[in-house]
C-alpha cells in the first residue's frame, strides 16, 4: 500500500534552524554572567519594555480589575477543568512499597519539584490558556513556589487577562519579561526568585531553544518546535468542519504543519477547495500565518483503508491526532502516537488548547512517538527507596559481592562484604566472582 499526496509540503518544522542556537547560547552566556542588569537590557531591548518586571500586589489586582467579568469567569471555567482533570492524573501515581523478599521491602514515592517556571507566549497571540495549563497543573502537582514569566506589551506590560489567569491559578510571582531573557531570569533565579527545577511552557524558537540548552541544569517539559496537528477522516466526515479544524491549527504560525489523512478521495478534494475560502475570511495576521503554513507545510494524504490511516498518523506522530470517522472505539484502540487525542466531530483541538481540561503542552516535530504532554507528572520527581532487615540483607549481598567483583568493581563487593561478616560472623560465603 502506498500513500497518495494530494498535497506534498515543500518545508518541515525542522527547516528554519537559522541562526536560533548561536543567538540564544551568547545571550544565556551573558544574562547568567551579569545576572539582571543583562536580563534588564534584553528586556528593552527585544521587549521594549522598561518598567517593573517583577509585578507587585497591587499591580496584580489593578491587571486583574480590568478584566471584563465574563471573560473572568470564562477563565475560571478552565481554569477549574484542568484542574480537576489534573487531580484525577495525580491519583494515578501514589507511593507504595512491596516486600520483595522476605526482610527486603523496596518502595516509591512521589516528590514535587520545589520550584516551577511557567512561561506564557504573549508575542504574535495572547497565550492565556498557557497561563492556565502550566500553573494550574504545577500547583496541583505540590510545587511550592511557581513563576509566570511572559513578554509585555511594549511600554504597556503586561496583559491584563494573562495576569489574571495566573495569579487565579495560584502563580507565587508573575514577572513582565519574555524571550530568553524570561527562561534565564527563572533558570538562573534572578528578581529574587527560587531557581526553577523544571521550566515549562509552550514559545517561539528562541525560547525553545533556551530551553533545550539549558535542559539537564533544569528539567524541562519537552523540546519543542512548532506546534503540528493531524485529522484522520473518513467518508462520513463533514469536509466544511475537516477544513475549518486545518485551518484553525495554521493560524498558530506560519511553520506549523497541518495534515489531512483520509481514505476518500471526495472528501480530501472537497477540503482542498474549502481551506483557501476559509483562510482568506481570517483577519490579516492569522491569514498571514495561516497562509503561510497551509502552503509550505500542509499536506493532504488518500490511504487505501483505515489501517493504512493510522500507520500514517503513528508515523507522522503528530501532537494534537483528531479522529472524524466512523467506530471510534477501534482509533481510541488502534492509535499508538499522539500528544492528545480527539475523537469525533464533537470536540476539537481548540478545544483542548483552551478550556477542556486536558493539557495543550504537547510533543511537536513527531516527539510523540516517545512522549506525552504536560501533566502533574512532569512536575514530580518519583523516587525509590528501601530498607532491609539484616537476615533480609543477606541473599541480596551475597548476590552483590559475586557480580561486583564480575564486574570488577571491588570496593561495591566489599560493601557487601563487610555486612555479611557482621551480621553473619559464624558463617562462611563464598564470594568469589565465579561463585
Known sequence: ???????????????????????????????????????????????KYDGNVQLTPDEIDAACAKVPQKLKDDILFAHDNVRRFAEVQKKTVENVEYEINPGLIAGQKAIPVSAAGCYVPAGRYRHIASAIMTVTTAKVAGCEHITVCSAPQPEVGLYPAIVFAAHACGADKIMAIGGVQGIASMAFGLFDQPKANIIVGPGNQFVAEAKRTLYGRVGIDMIAGPTDSLILADQGADPHIVATDL?????????????????????????????????????????????????????????????????????????????????????????????????????????GDKASGTNHVLPTSGAASYTGGLSVHKFMKIVTWQRATREGSKKVAEATARISRLEGMEAHARAADVRLAKYFPDETFDLSADG
Not at 3 to 16: E, G, M, Q, V
Not at 22 to 44: F, M, N, P, S
Request: net charge negative; glycine share 4%.
Open 1 to 47: 500500500m502506498a500513500r497518495n499526496y494530494l498535497k506534498k509540503a515543500a518545508l518541515t518544522s525542522r527547516s528554519d534552524a537559522g541562526e536560533t542556537t548561536k543567538i540564544v547560547a551568547g545571550i544565556l552566556a551573558d544574562i547568567e554572567a551579569r545576572g539582571e542588569t543583562a536580563a534588564l537590557e534584553y528586556a528593552a531591548k527585544f521587549d
Open 247 to 351: 485551518v484553525s491549527q495554521a493560524e498558530h504560525g506560519y511553520n506549523s504543519p497541518v495534515w489531512l489523512v483520509t481514505d476518500h478521495r471526495p472528501l480530501a478534494e472537497a477540503v482542498l477547495a474549502r481551506v483557501p475560502d476559509l483562510i482568506a475570511d481570517l483577519p490579516e495576521l492569522n491569514r498571514e500565518n495561516a497562509e503561510a503554513a497551509w502552503r509550505d507545510y500542509a499536506e493532504v494524504i488518500l490511504c487505501d483503508d483505515r489501517e493504512e490511516m493510522a500507520a500514517t498518523s503513528d508515523a507522522y506522530a503528530p501532537e494534537h491526532l483528531t479522529v472524524q470517522a466512523g467506530d471510534l472505539d477501534w482509533w481510541l484502540d488502534r492509535l499508538r502516537c499522539y500528544g492528545s487525542l480527539f475523537l469525533g466531530e464533537e470536540t476539537t483541538v481548540s478545544y
